[in-house]
C-alpha cells in the first residue's frame, strides 16, 4: 500500500509563487515515477508535470517555464514550484505515483491564484 500527502496549496496573487510539495509513504522504491495533475472546475483533469526515478522531467506546455518538478534526496517527496502564477492555474493539484502495474493518488489540495 501506498499513501500519497499533498501540501503547500493556498492563496495567492496573480504573480505570485507557491510550492507544493507530496510525500509518499508505504511500499514504494526511489525509482517511481511521480506525476502532479490539477483539475479546475468544470475541466477535465491536466497532467502538468512528471519525473521519474533517474529525475528526467516533463511538462505540460501551459506550466512550461513556470513550473519545476522535483525531488527530494530520499526521492519519497516531490515538489512543485510554481512560479508567475495566473488566475488560469487555479485549480485542485494532485500527486500520482505509479508502482508497478498501481497508480496511488494523494487528496488533493487547492491553489487559488487571485487577479
Known amino acids: 500500500q501506498v499513501q500519497l500527502v499533498e501540501s503547500g496549496g493556498g492563496l495567492v496573487q496573480s504573480g505570485g509563487s507557491l510550492r507544493l510539495s507530496c510525500a509518499a509513504s508505504?511500499?514504494?522504491?526511489?525509482?517511481?515515477?511521480m506525476d502532479w495533475y490539477r483539475q479546475a472546475p468544470g475541466k477535465e483533469r491536466e497532467l502538468i508535470a512528471s519525473?521519474?526515478?533517474?529525475?528526467?522531467?516533463n511538462y505540460a506546455d501551459s506550466v512550461k517555464g513556470r513550473f519545476t518538478i522535483s525531488r527530494a534526496g530520499t526521492k519519497n517527496t516531490v515538489y512543485l514550484q510554481m512560479n508567475s502564477l495566473k488566475p488560469e492555474d487555479t485549480a485542485v493539484y494532485s500527486c500520482?505515483?505509479?508502482?508497478?502495474?498501481?497508480?496511488?493518488w494523494g487528496q488533493g489540495t487547492q491553489v487559488t491564484v487571485s487577479s
Open positions: 519525473i521519474t526515478g533517474s529525475d528526467s522531467t
Open positions: 508505504g511500499r514504494i522504491s526511489s525509482i517511481d515515477p
Open positions: 500520482k505515483m505509479s508502482v508497478g502495474p498501481f497508480d496511488y
